[in-house]
């Protein structure tokens, strides 16, 4: 008898700790499941009122109304873009912060500098292109060059130089 009782209490003991495990690991998917259940950060290594901070800014918007969770705008500036860049490449893997950039944090800057401390390629997973900033060139209103870049163009003392320049037009417009 004493031995059918102790194979019953290993079954209650084995069925308890199977039930309470199981109630852990359906707490811990209740707990993954409710991301995000905090604030998001946002990093953007530019000046708040730049071109990148106010699209981030709009997108962060909509993204809180749709997530139910503030996205916190953090403009992290200095060195070019680096200083928020390197903070955004060594933050958690947690989905709790992300970054805007432009093409030149980027681009122009890790291959003007070969001590940049990322990597654009390795140490960051692009997820979308939220906006296309245009860049626009101007003069004054009184310049001799008020038309457009052709009449610009068209004061090249050679036809040499002048191809030249349309050739520099025709790569900035694509």
């Not at 699209?55 to 996205?71: D, T």
């Not at 990322?118 to 038309?147: C, G, K, R």
């Amino acid at each position: 008898m004493k031995q059918f009782q102790l194979q019953q209490l290993v079954k209650q003991v084995a069925t308890t700790v199977a039930c309470v495990a199981t109630l852990g690991l359906s707490a811990q998917a209740q707990a993954q499941a409710a991301y995000p259940n905090k604030p998001i950060r946002m990093i953007i290594p530019l000046a708040a009122g730049s071109a990148v901070d106010v699209a981030a800014r709009l997108l962060a918007q909509k993204m809180s109304v749709n997530m139910g969770q503030p996205i916190v705008i953090e403009n992290i500036t200095g060195a070019a873009g680096i200083i928020g860049s390197e903070r955004l490449a060594k933050a958690a893997p947690d989905g709790y912060t992300i970054g805007g950039f432009n093409d030149s944090v980027l681009t122009m800057v890790p291959n003007l500098n070969p001590n940049t401390p990322y990597n654009p390629i390795n140490d960051f997973s692009y997820i979308t292109q939220a906006a296309i900033i245009d860049f626009t060139a101007a003069v004054p209103m009184d310049s001799p060059f008020a038309h457009n870049l052709v009449s610009i163009l068209d004061m090249c003392p050679t036809k040499a130089q002048a191809k030249q320049h349309k050739m520099l037009q025709l790569e900035w417009s694509m």
